[in-house]
């Protein structure tokens, strides 16, 4: 019976770890695997933390990371959104797949300010909707892949000037979170109509975004 109980709480336990998020220190050398990479110093140096999943973490409590991130990278079909304060919170920057970031003070964010991320999965060979600050698919640039997105937790609200979808999606876009005047886009007829590139929905209004993936 002790023996039993024993296996039950190992198990219990790895599972705890499991429901984390899961992270490995490494005092050095690049990861090969798929996930997000945050590093203390710049060029990819320092204590590193590695994120395999789809989540939310505080960096502050959880591992001992606030306010230290100087690098990043981004192995695979991921993107992650960094913020400022802890619980996803104030300015923040975004990132998405295969992208390396030598030196964070390039960016809004500013080094060693980070204290909360959070790392979405993306679809393959590019897909998704892709939402671009400026006309033409020009400046700041965001992928989405299917799920709800409200672009306030992207620092991009009211910003969106154009996009492309990328696969079998449908969007739905929304003038405010989840509600207000909203239009629907089919990535069908935007392949039957070369027009719809630079269909805009409102210049600078788009809040909130509908993905499905219509598979
Ligand atoms: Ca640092
Ligand atoms: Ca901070
Ligand atoms: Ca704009
Ligand atoms: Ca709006």
Do not use: C
């Not at 892949?145 to 009211?158: C, T």
Request: glycine letters at 8%; zero cysteines; charged letters at 25%.
């Amino acid at each position: 019976m002790m023996k039993k109980k024993g296996i039950l709480t190992l198990f219990l336990a790895f599972i705890m770890v499991l429901s984390v998020g899961g992270y490995l220190e490494a005092d050095a050398g690049p990861g090969s695997l798929d996930g997000v990479y945050l590093y203390e110093d710049y060029d990819y140096e320092g204590r590193q933390l590695y994120f395999p999943s789809p989540g939310e973490y505080n960096l502050d409590d959880d591992y001992d990371f606030n306010d230290e991130l100087s690098s990043l990278r981004i192995i695979g079909d991921y993107a992650v959104v960094i913020y400022e304060d802890d619980d996803w919170s104030n300015t923040s920057s975004y990132f998405d797949s295969g992208d390396r970031v030598s030196d964070i003070s390039d960016y809004k964010l500013g080094n060693d300010e980070a204290s909360s991320i959070t790392i979405y999965k993306l679809p393959s060979d590019n897909g998704g909707l892709h939402l671009f600050e400026d006309y033409d698919f020009e400046g700041d640039h965001f992928r989405f892949g299917p799920g709800l997105y409200d672009l306030k937790d992207f620092d991009f609200n009211d910003e969106a000037s154009s996009f492309y979808i990328n696969g079998p999606y449908r969007v739905t876009f929304y003038q405010d979170t989840f509600s207000g005047a909203s239009v629907t886009v089919t990535s069908i007829t935007y392949l039957e109509s070369e027009k719809l590139k630079y269909f805009v929905i409102g210049n600078d209004t788009i809040t909130s975004v509908w993905i499905e993936d219509l598979r």
